[in-house]
């Protein structure tokens, strides 16, 4: 096992430059899905790495229920600063899985509250709620249910015409492109290994981004979008269902405003390897791939040397 274990604890940092590049450079959806696969290997082999550190300092507990072959000299000397690296791994995975317990639980209970303030309405896919805070927000189907677009009438009326076709043509495209889902999951994966905390951040924006830019399309203006945005923006306070992806929600909301004033982003799925956006995104994958290797590595080592531990019965 060696040193190679505590390496996934290290590489999510080599994500980070292609977190802030991907954010500027790339077309957005292509952006979330990389951040996203990214992030989901690097946690899980930082996870991994982890739970393998946490079995040899249990092992060393006195009164573990684990067989004493695990114990020993050649067990220990499988893993470098086992006295330390072993006893620390223990209470850093459970910090790990009840960060992600807390995150997860906390992302329900949202959508279970939003899921009450529409008890009672009609079953459409747009939900008006009568309120005069201006919101608005896109809230997966589950259990049977339709996807719905949750607006409430004061963001209604602080918009015009075309600004509220750009808001449901937004929801809309967060619905289909399944956006809670890259959200949830690159959450999950910065509370497994605080150095993905960028790739979180970044997701949020480009999935943002990219219903910005399906939205764009679908009304025909990229700047009646982008006027939407700054409208919204500037009279919504924080969305009732803040975990969920909302229109002007996540930003910063000049950015994305900027942006869509540009120009449409090139529809390139993966970026030319000899520019500084394909030389982070070539980085991150050497650094995803180094991780599966060095987990799959350690885990391996440390069967065999359990294996061989382990009395017969």
């Known amino acids: 096992m060696g040193v190679f ?108 509250r939003a899921e009450r303030a529409l008890a009672g309405l009609p079953g459409r896919p747009v939900a008006v709620l009568p309120d005069p805070t201006p919101y608005a927000y896109a809230l997966p189907g589950r259990r049977g249910r339709r996807d719905r677009v949750v607006v409430s009438t004061g963001m209604l009326a602080a918009l015009r015409p075309a600004e509220r076709r750009a808001l449901f043509a937004h929801e809309r495209a967060h619905l289909d492109g399944r956006h809670h889902r890259h959200l949830l999951t690159v959450r999950l994966a910065a509370r497994a290994n605080p150095f993905l905390r960028p790739l979180c951040d970044a997701v949020a924006y480009t999935a943002e981004r990219w219903a910005d830019e399906e939205a764009a399309a679908a009304v025909g203006s990229r700047r009646a979008v982008a006027r939407a945005i700054g409208r919204a923006a500037l009279l919504a306070p924080a969305s009732p269902a803040h975990a969920l992806a909302g229109f002007a929600q996540a930003g910063p909301v000049p950015r994305r405003v900027a942006a869509l004033l540009a120009g449409a982003p090139a529809a390139r799925d993966w970026p030319p390897v000899f520019t500084a956006v394909g030389m982070a995104v070539w980085g991150a994958v050497a650094g995803a791939t180094v991780s599966a290797f060095s987990s799959a590595n350690s885990a391996v080592t440390l069967y065999q040397v359990l294996h061989a531990a382990t009395p017969l019965a």
Do not use: K
């Not at 020993?72 to 850093?92: C, K, Q, S």
């Open 5 to 112: 274990v505590f390496l996934p604890l290290l590489l999510p940092l080599t994500a980070w430059p292609v977190a802030r590049l991907a954010e500027h450079r790339l077309h957005p959806r292509t952006a979330t899905r990389l951040l996203t696969g990214f992030a989901v290997v690097l946690a899980v082999c930082s996870t991994l790495c982890l739970a393998l550190l946490m079995v040899v300092g249990t092992a060393q507990l006195p009164g573990n229920p684990l067989p004493d072959g695990w114990s020993d000299p050649e067990v220990r000397a499988a893993l470098p600063y086992d006295e330390i690296a072993g006893r620390a791994a223990i209470p850093a995975l459970g910090a790990v899985v009840g960060a992600c317990l807390h995150a997860l639980a906390g992302h329900l209970r949202v959508r279970r």
